[in-house]
């Protein structure tokens, strides 16, 4: 089963774009309000608060804090809930990977590393072992062509990479 | 860039700056050459071999985005104008916000450059590679030229070169042209032999001192006044002749015109248009970009994101201070007098603060480190930007179109080396010729450019799934032209005059005006058009859209399998 059939990895995605999204909103709407406030509303943004400090000058620190604030949410979120996910799908794949690889050398058919990740092309052998799909796509886009070396191509991890 | 007068540096104090000057070349010299020795091969020479750590890289990530164009400029425009500076550093500042969001997701499926995550959306890489590599080149030549010519400007500036004195035997103009080659040439040689490893270092040895010699400043001149901000304020809007409405928003940008509610109204969408490039644009500029690929993982660049947030978020806190201490401290009309643009805001606050401390020599002293931290800055930024530049043209364009994405590793990086050569002859060249023009508006460009240009091929790769080759091109491309078109036809290249003075605040002389569109900065229109033309192009060759391919990009960038 490739990563990208993994029902983990449609709730890695699912999970990470919302993330990506309550942020960009949250601070796109955040600072275009400020922008639009110091070209907009001035009489707001001149108020005065205590002493020389005025709403304008309030507004402009909080744009500071927001920024700090949303970036350390970020990475909490991203850090408490998005890496563990990812490695897990990754450990899982690379797991697959090497059990394949070990029946290969015990003398069954070829290996394809693509099947695993599901982001490479065929590594060799026409079928894989045990009647998985060798490929979760209709036909291999052309140009995907077998590679034909002992190495996967393109740096293909087999000790894996982390998020 | 006119300077009327300078900041008098005399004696003593240009000695000491010159000493300090040299000091920082011979050690950025020294770290070149290290580097040089430790460089072998593409990864070492575009990459750093991958191996800076997560704060290093933020230390140098800051250090690309902190200009002296953000350090004098910002501190000097919060100086003349006031509340306006602040607002336009909070722009700089939360443009990281897309970065953070971006960085992973490039970090895992690139391997040096944009075009290396576009690239992987498409069968036929050329044209792609094509495209990210011209917008690459001229997003970082237009901002070299305006960085040089500043540099010129400043340091003819700094050391207190007045047209018609001369220096080391040297009239001004001659010193500029001087300054300029030096500073292309000197960065070149960080590029060509210490690749993205010289480059990294020299990039963190800056922000360092650049941080310290704002956090210094920031606490000598809070200290003055009993480290109360209200305090500050007060004296900075007494000095600056405006009262309060010096700490209010409208005295630079979107000025209110009365009796003319279009011209104000324009005023007001050209501030929000300079906002929405500020905040888009960062994230599409090639030597950020660049930067995401010199650590291990992912992980690593988010660290990195994150401290090149806190250094920026802290620097920028710090020229708030720094710019209004400027004013109460110095006054308007002084900084004012030295060069009209606000540049020597912070020197001269710098030397006020010494003075006040220790006397003329501690005047004398404290401008001459500023001067030379603004010089490294120069050089570092500069450096940052031929790297990027270099890294493109052999990477994208010689490694993946000539050779067809299989030259020799040699080859390419000798390819590179040369590159970084080419790339400073041609930022120098024009800007020796530019140093009289105002060019200020070139960096504002930049960033239109990036955000027009290459947000939008950058962000559709990595979220739509029908994104082609085509819709690449035809963003890249349009949104570029279209930032370039409207610059070109805006008041900033002809037809704007000042009110009071009646002299020509554009790049053209008065009496030339062929300007049709309205406002200064062109990223309200470009940005939008170039998301319209990369999606239109997408739907234009519907049958080139290959949902495999970003099912594979998908799996890539968010679990980093098959991460480089």
Partial sequence: MAIRNDERFAILKGRSRRLALIILSTFLGWYFLYVLAAAFARDVMAYRLFGNVNVALVSGLLQFVAVFVLAWRYTRHARAVLDPLAAQIVADAEERVD??????????????????????RPYLGPTPPDGTTSYPGPTPPDGMVAYPGPTPPDGMPLTGGTR | MTLAGAASLTGNGRAITFALFIAFVCVTLAITVWARMHTDGAVDFYAGGRKFSGPQNGLALAGDHMSAASFLGIAGIIAL????????????????????????????????????VLARRVRRQSSVRIAAAVSTVTVSVFSLIAQMVGAGALVTLLLGVRPGASFLGMSAGTAEVVTIVVVGALMTSYVTFGGMKGTTWVQIVKTALLMFGAALMTVLVLGRFGFDLSRLLGAAAGASGKGHAFLEPGLRYGRDVAGHSSRTLFDKLDFVSLALALVLGTAGLPHIVTRFYTVPDARAARTSVNWAIGLVGAFYLMTIALGFGATALVGRREILARDPAGNTAAPLLARELGRHVAGRIGGDVMLAFVASVTFATILAVVAGLVMASATSLAHDYFGNVLMLGRPRER???????????????????PAVFARHLNVAFLVALAFAM????????????????????????AGIYGGLAASIVLVVFSPVVSGKVDPVTGQSLSLFPKGTDFHWFPLDNPGLVSIPFGFLCAVAGTFLRRGESDPDRYAELSVRSLTGAGAH
Avoid at chain 1, 101 to 113: L, P
Avoid at chain 2, 104 to 109: G, H, Q, V
């Fill in chain 2, 81 to 116: 104008s006031g509340y306006d500076g602040l607002l336009y550093s909070v722009g700089f500042l939360v443009a990281w916000l897309p970065v953070l969001l971006l960085v992973e997701l490039m970090r895992n499926t690139g391997r040096f450059t944009m075009a290396d």
């Fill in chain 1, 99 to 120: 059990e394949a690889v070990h029946r290969r050398a015990a003398g069954s058919s070829a290996v394809s590393y693509g099947t695993a990740f599901g982001d490479e």
């Fill in chain 2, 411 to 429: 080859q390419e990086v000798a390819v590179a080396r040369f590159a970084a050569i080419l790339v400073g002859a041609v930022a120098i060249v």
């Fill in chain 2, 450 to 473: 990036a955000a027009s240009a290459n947000l939008p091929a950058i962000v559709l790769s990595l979220f739509w799934r029908r994104f082609n080759a085509t819709g690449m091109v």
